[in-house]
């Protein structure tokens, strides 16, 4: 089965950085998009960043200029450099990827199990 598995998370104080990656793993032909996502408590899940397999990428305008999204493309992970936290960074963070199997035509969108970010002092 394809699997995305997140580690990295944990707490940091404010100002500090923290940086998540995500493994994908199993029968994979190829990976499209790939991103990171977040909920905070009582809020609905957000967009964070999201790289295509070419290196264009997109951030939300709040981690703009302090999040850094890349992707190693012959190891299909994905990572995020996230500095400057504040409190407000403090969600579960989840890892996003449009997967197409092997033997298959079909691209499916995969999820990890989250990974805790807390940012407090």
């Known amino acids: 089965q394809v699997q995305l598995v997140e580690s990295g998370g944990g707490l940091v104080q404010p100002g500090g950085s923290l940086r998540l990656s995500c493994a994908a793993s199993?029968?994979?032909?190829?990976?499209?998009?790939m991103g990171w996502y977040r909920q905070a408590p009582g809020k609905q899940r957000e967009l964070v960043a999201t790289?295509?397999?070419?290196?264009?990428?997109n951030y939300a305008e709040s981690v703009k200029g302090r999040f850094t999204i890349s992707r190693d493309n012959a190891k299909n992970t994905v990572s995020l450099q996230m500095n400057s936290l504040s409190p407000e960074d403090t969600a579960v963070y989840y890892c996003?990827?449009?997967?197409?199997?092997?033997?298959?035509?079909?691209?499916?969108?995969?999820w990890g199990r989250g990974t805790q970010v807390t940012v407090s002092s």
């Open positions: 996003n990827a449009n997967i197409r199997r092997l033997y298959s035509i079909f691209v499916n969108e995969y």
């Open positions: 790289i295509i397999s070419g290196g264009t990428t």
């Open positions: 199993g029968p994979i032909f190829s990976i499209n998009a």
